[in-house]
């Protein structure tokens, strides 16, 4: 069974940088894609970028060119840069396998302050 810990969010302005980390537990994660999604007050989850166990991304349209998602399969760890964060990236952000999430993690909150 895998396991989701996510860390590194905080309250930035706008503008600001943040780094997510998200360590999965499980033997699963080397061979799946990983996907980061993020759920704002009211609004549904919804897929913010993904990985596959190969490197390649695809990202939401709302954050390309400023989110880099990034793994490091030896240490089953998945990452987010996000760089010029604005208020409407605020959010709960989690990470899960994509694109069949298994069990959530906590999250992490990320709030950004206009």
């Known amino acids: 069974q895998v396991q989701l810990v996510e860390s590194g969010g905080g309250l930035v302005q706008a503008g600001g940088s943040l780094r997510l980390s998200c360590a999965a537990s499980?033997?699963?994660?080397?061979?799946?894609?990983m996907g980061w999604y993020r759920q704002a007050p009211g609004k549904q989850r919804e897929l913010v970028a993904a990985i596959t166990s190969g490197g390649s991304t695809v990202y939401a349209d709302s954050v390309k060119g400023r989110f880099t998602c990034t793994r490091d399969n030896a240490k089953n760890t998945v990452y987010l840069q996000m760089n010029s964060l604005k208020p409407e990236d605020t959010a709960v952000y989690y990470c899960?396998?994509?694109?069949?999430?298994?069990?959530w993690g906590q999250g992490t909150q990320v709030t950004v302050s206009s």
């Open positions: 499980g033997s699963m994660f080397s061979i799946n894609a």
């Open positions: 899960n396998s994509f694109p069949l999430p298994v069990e």
